[in-house]
């Protein structure tokens, strides 16, 4: 049963225009969600994190938005950049359990 | 600082054998946790390990085994090998119990397959 759920295998972003990535949960009692990012023969690396008591959350190009209500958060991108292109994987946590992965959205920045 | 390592890299097995799959956590960690990635999938969390005692599992049969090192380094024990068990296996260390309050550092993983 997939918990958290990434709908969009791949995208495709020119440079400097915003990239969007999306994810769904399912389990009402996670309260903490992450976006890694992962390179090819690279494992995943932290990206930006987001507890259930905020609704934004921002560090430099990258904001984590969540809608509770709806189960969603997003990942957004801006501006995009060459080097942004890899996996990004949504994961979800509860409390000081491990973490479920989503299956990974593959962005590509066009130069 | 050195970080999360795993070995080997890559690994060849036939299905019914044995295989160990090791992990050097991160200076100063002393939880491991690892995870299953097949592919076109995300990781799966298989166990964690804090303070050389398994705390937590996921949804993986007990032929999956683990132990964790005085020095928190870590093995991933798969026997009798299934075609399934084939993917990259990772190994992830945070400095407590992983989740909200720790982060995870990934090692680059041990690509397994099984034929």
């Known amino acids: 049963d997939q918990q958290v759920k990434q709908n969009s295998p791949s995208l495709s972003v020119q440079e400097g225009r915003i990239s969007i990535l999306n994810c769904d949960y399912t389990n009402s009692m996670f309260d903490y969600f992450l976006w890694y990012k992962k390179y090819p023969a690279e494992g995943p690396t932290f990206l930006i994190s987001?507890?259930?008591?905020?609704d934004k959350n921002e560090d430099g190009r990258f904001t984590v938005f969540l809608n509770k209500s709806a189960k969603h958060l997003s990942l957004h991108i801006v501006p995009s950049q060459p080097g942004d292109s890899a996996v990004y994987f949504c994961a979800a946590a509860t409390g000081a359990n491990n973490l479920f992965f989503g299956t990974g959205t593959r962005l590509t920045v066009i130069p | 600082e050195t970080g999360v390592t795993q070995s080997p890299t890559h690994l060849i097995k036939t299905r019914g054998q044995q295989v160990t799959l090791r992990c050097s956590s991160q200076s100063g960690h002393n939880t491991v946790s690892w995870y299953q990635q097949a592919l076109g999938q995300g990781p799966q969390f298989i166990f964690q390990?804090?303070?050389?005692?398994?705390?937590g599992r996921g949804n993986f049969p007990p032929r999956f085994s683990g132990l964790q090192f005085p020095n928190y380094s870590s093995e991933l024990n798969v026997n009798a090998l299934e075609l399934d068990d084939s993917a990259l296996y990772l190994c992830?260390?945070?400095?407590?119990?992983?989740?909200?309050?720790?982060?995870?550092?990934f090692g680059p993983g041990t690509r397994l397959t099984v034929l």
């Open positions: 390990y804090y303070r050389e005692e398994e705390n």
């Open positions: 992830a260390s945070s400095p407590g119990l992983a989740g909200r309050y720790n982060e995870q550092f």
């Open positions: 987001i507890s259930s008591i905020k």
